[in-house]
């Protein structure tokens, strides 16, 4: 049976939005082909047809997951509320795909690092887009510090077994970037 272009474009998103959720649940290793696509209600024998490997699938699933979460500049605060809160925290599949799945790109193909790294270029921009008030190396500067320290506050609020001391984590480091963000009276730093 011929699927049209229109369900094999569908299909594919269905892949990718599935993939993403299991290898930010679960991680890349404990996730297999077949899984993936049952969980996309198809047939293994269809991977095939959309990647050329569980390589392939690691990489293009990382740019668009990636892509879904890049965002605009916007408010800082209120992503900085969203991003360092309890709901995110326990929410690994739906949850920002750095958090979940950096420490184990590192293993996989430069592919998929090069996909994150475009992704970090991003996370960046937009944070630097939320902070105009400052000039452009202090601007970059704040958005790596910010993104480094989110992106580290949700992993070890993710790791610990102590809710009242994640939740102090996720807290402490919105408290932290904001008091750092600022506008500091002139000689100041």
Known sequence: ??????QMVENRRRI???????????????VS????MKAAGLTHGGFYGHF???DDLIAQTLAHVLAANAGEGGDLRAYLDDYLSPRHRDNCAGGCPTAGLAAAVRLQTPAARAVMAEGLRSQIDRLGKALP???AAERRRAAIGSFAAMVGAVILARSIDDR?????????TR?????????QPAGAR
Do not use: Y
Not at 164 to 172: G, M
């Open 16 to 30: 990718l939005e599935v993939a993403g959720r299991l290898f930010r649940d679960r991680g890349f290793d404990a």
């Open 33 to 36: 082909v077949a899984e993936v």
């Open 52 to 54: 050329g490997s569980k």
């Open 175 to 183: 408290e932290w970037i904001e008091a750092g963000i600022s506008p």
């Open 1 to 6: 049976m011929k699927v049209s272009r229109e």
């Open 164 to 172: 009242t001391l994640s939740d102090e984590v996720l807290e402490q």
């Open 133 to 135: 008030e400052l000039d």
